[in-house]
């Protein structure tokens, strides 16, 4: 991707070179408010991403989806859009609006490009591109399905809905719930969804996800964050005529963070409770008991830390899918632990950074070399 990024840099500058070379730029090139005048610095980027074959790329072109030859440049349909165009029409939406998201450069493929993960009207439907069949996966109109993927092997479809941590298999439509704690308010707990803070001062600034899937597709790694210590902040939102106050959660310095969790689920298990919606509510509530049996999660060891000093800063598995890689800090940022968690949960202390001053968070170990136990990676320290 950096490599296209760079390409379509080079050729604006020299672009902008050549035309320099046959008109001299003037203010008002610059500056007037003359379109027909003012000089076109701007232009479209282009978007491509890699298909699995690691030779292709991804582009529209014309309105269309294509596959594009990274060698010989040679662009053909990347499938039969017309296909699922008529799918979608099926489902009741128009034509112009089914071309646009059956060529769309956002289009969700699985792993393999067997099928393709639609969210529409808030809810998921799967298309096989093969059978050029589509299927609703979830049917919850009323609760948003968040950061929905594919696992890696193209079975399952993960998402997060009411902050609980969701699975449904593309091929029969079961579904999974594997968290139940999760809710919203001024208590809020988030299963596999990013709350603002560590969002914006950990993982960056639109990246809301926070579950990784497993190499062998069997778990899903995710962190439960929890809302309770962290004050609530007011703001006034003044743009709309009629002023709306908003309500936030923010620590500022030195008030608490939400207190982290690093949970592992057993996506292959049967679920403990089968049927939670006949068990009988406290509230609006399931049983505190029932909420802490979830589904098969079991979370990482984490009591060598302070509850209210710990981060985890990022999380990736091991090629082997038998550990979960995390980076755990404290709020100060003076030392970073690399730890491996088993699937048992038990943590095990790989490497540690530290300094007086600050360690930088830069990414997760690059592994080169899946040979079990004696697995290599590259760390950037």
């Known amino acids: 991707m950096k490599k296209f990024h760079w390409m379509g840099v080079a050729l604006l500058f020299f672009s902008v ?108 439907f799967y298309y096989n591109v093969a059978t050029r069949q589509i299927k609703r ?49 001024d208590d809020a707990i988030y299963n596999g969804y990013l709350d603002w803070i560590y969002e914006e001062e950990l993982y960056g600034r639109g990246e809301k996800r926070g579950y990784w899937w497993s190499p062998d597709s069997r778990n899903i790694a995710f962190l439960r964050l929890d809302e309770s210590p962290v004050p609530k902040f007011i703001i006034p939102n003044d743009i709309v005529n009629e002023q709306i106050v908003e309500t936030t959660f923010y620590p500022k310095a030195g008030d608490p963070n939400p207190l982290v969790r690093l949970g592992i689920a057993d996506v292959t298990r049967t679920s403990f409770v089968p049927n939670p919606g006949r068990i009988p509510r406290i509230g609006n509530r399931l049983p505190a008991s029932i ?31 038998r550990n979960v890689m995390f980076q755990a800090l404290n709020r100060e940022q003076t030392f970073l632990d690399l730890n491996a968690a088993g699937l048992d949960g038990k943590v095990r202390k790989v490497l540690t950074e530290t300094t007086p001053a600050w360690v930088e968070v830069y990414d997760d170990p690059d592994f080169i070399e899946n040979i079990g136990s004696n697995a290599q990676f590259v760390w950037q320290s």
């Open 17 to 124: 070179q050549g035309w320099a070379q046959d008109k001299l730029l003037t203010l008002d090139g610059i500056f007037s408010p003359d379109a027909k005048v003012r000089v076109k610095f701007g232009g479209t980027p282009v978007f491509v991403q890699w298909a699995p074959d690691g030779r292709s790329f991804r582009q529209v072109a014309g309105g269309r989806l294509m596959r594009v030859d990274s060698v010989t440049g040679e662009a053909r349909p990347y499938y039969d859009s017309g296909s699922l165009v008529a799918a979608l029409m099926r489902m009741g939406i128009r034509q112009p609006d089914a071309i646009t998201m059956a060529n769309s450069s956002d289009l969700q493929f699985d792993p393999d490009d067997r099928g393709v993960l639609i969210d529409h009207f808030a809810d998921l």
């Open 137 to 185: 996966l979830t049917n919850s109109p009323n609760d948003e399905e968040k950061e929905a993927d594919f696992s890696p092997d193209g079975r399952w479809v993960s998402f997060v809905r009411s902050n609980n941590l969701y699975v449904t298999d593309v091929v029969n439509g079961n579904e999974k719930q594997l968290t139940r704690d999760g809710r919203e308010g």
């Open 291 to 321: 909420l802490q049996i979830g589904d098969a999660v079991r979370f990482a060891d984490l009591s060598v830390y302070k509850p209210e000093d710990l981060l985890i800063a990022r999380v990736t598995w091991s090629p082997d899918s």
